[in-house]
């Protein structure tokens, strides 16, 4: 099988493999320690999943909902804090149900969406009136300068081509505009479990494609021209299943108290990340 030939943030081609399920390998790069999987599935296979990963059942969307609401209020209250122009115009890349489109649209924002996933679609636009694009922003024709406001939750490391990805919506935003990205970081947990994290496979194999931290997410949002890029630990999930749910309050409520009492500088490894940048003015 051939190898990874090359990082996409670093170009170096020196990587160490440190995660591997059925005939997928996740490396990490020996010069910046971006986690990339190689090989990949197809566009189509990879469309097809997202197509289909949205319970359809209410009583499954309620828990989506309740797993995400901390998650959502503490997003909405950050970006209320750097934007204080006031309201303006947010779109929300793989905005799910609409959850979080729904909070700011509360608030008295201008929101839309871009979702594959019919299901979501279909809910954030009966449910709560709001405009969803169907296609990945890839494919979608959007004016430059156009919003205050983008956010991608848990979606970035689900992407091919993160670079490009970045630099359209850097195009989209307004001079000025923020940034927000909710993004896993698993690779420290797998390190602290080792054997045992191949049958947890936190990874999500195949689907998450890129494992970031807060040094290689740094580096991808400078190249994609972001500035003063900020990285939090901002809330956590509260996931239905009752072992998760703990382990998420005690790591994520840990997360929160390690990071506030050193002064904001210690980000505790393997829980999420919220990360926030500015397009230049
Ligand atoms: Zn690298």
């Known amino acids: 099988m051939q190898k990874l030939s090359s990082c996409i943030l670093c170009n170096a081609s020196e990587f160490r493999i440190i995660h591997e399920k059925d005939q997928w390998e996740y490396y990490r790069c020996l010069n ?8 990949r ?4 296979e990879l469309m097809k999943n997202y197509e289909d990963y949205l319970p359809t059942q209410l009583k499954e969307i309620n828990k989506w909902e309740k797993m995400m609401k901390q998650i959502i209020n503490k997003s909405a209250d950050l970006i209320e804090a750097k934007i204080n122009t006031g309201r303006g115009r947010l779109l929300d890349i793989g905005c799910g149900y609409g959850f979080f489109l729904k909070e700011m649209q509360l608030r008295g924002w201008d929101v839309e969406g871009v979702e594959v996933s019919q299901t979501g679609r279909q809910y954030s ?4 009136g709001i405009h969803v694009h169907s296609q990945p922003l890839e494919d979608l024709d959007i004016p430059e300068n156009l919003f205050d406001v983008v956010t991608l939750f848990y979606l970035i490391e689900h992407i091919n081509d993160p670079l490009s990805l970045l630099r359209k919506i850097n195009r989209i ?9 909710r993004w896993p970081h698993t690779t420290p947990i797998v390190r ?7 049958k947890l496979d936190l990874y999500h194999t195949p689907y998450h494609l890129y494992d970031f931290s807060p040094e290689t997410m740094k580096m991808l949002m400078a190249i994609t021209d972001f500035k003063k890029v900020e990285t939090i630990i901002g809330g956590y999930t509260l996931p239905p299943r009752e072992m998760y749910r703990w382990a998420s309050m005690i790591f994520g409520g840990l997360g929160e108290a390690v990071y506030f009492l050193s002064g904001r500088n210690i980000l505790l490894p393997g829980v999420s990340k919220t990360t926030l940048a500015f397009k230049a003015d």
């Not at 910046?32 to 090989?39: A, D, R």
């Not at 599935?41 to 189509?44: E, F, G, I, S």
């Not at 636009?125 to 709560?128: F, I, L, P, S, V």
Request: proline share 12%; glycine share 12%; net charge positive.
């Open 192 to 198: 602290i479990l080792g054997p045992l994290s191949r």
């Open 41 to 44: 599935p197809t566009a189509q």
């Open 173 to 181: 935003l307004k001079p000025g505009g923020l940034i927000l990205l």
């Open 125 to 128: 636009q009966d449910k709560w």
């Open 32 to 39: 910046c320690g971006l986690v990339s999987l190689h090989p």
